[in-house]
């Protein structure tokens, strides 16, 4: 089950922490069934760095999710992020930098980016530099947070008026309890 998928990278790394229907905690990456998952939902990264359910460290992954949360959450605001955060940002990039790779296939030569770890390490790198773009671009600061009280996701609306994670879950819930007020 993901719970917003089709935000940036980052965002959506972030959004595998999500609030369930009963204010509980939602981790997909508390198991490694939900988190090759999700990975593969994610454009099959856990394909393209050869990474499946059984090598993920999750704990890791978790870490790298905290830290790209606090670096969002701060820079969102126009503040300074942690700098705990932000070097441990760098260092995972930097364990498995990316270079050019030029391959034939028999017809053309092809340039493609490969990364230089292991697998666990070039996903971890290939996350970290997910956030960086984000980070990086002056569109971080348009990042906004569900106006549901009972939802923590994150999302970058391409319309300004946009309140929701998405209109059929969380927009329609709230809607549905404000008729509700309303009508007591
Ligand atoms: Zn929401």
Redesign the pocket.
Known sequence: MIPLAGEPLALDLVNTLALGPDGEDLDLLASPGTAAAWLDAQHDLGRLTGTGADDLDLPALRRLRSAVADCVEHARQGREPPATALAHLNDTMRAAPASPRLSWTGTAVTRTTGRTGDGRRDLAAELAEAAATLLGDPAVTRVRG?A?TR?R?LFLPANPRRR???PT??GNRERVARHYRKSR
């Open positions: 569900c549901a939802c996701l929701w994670c998405s879950t969380c």
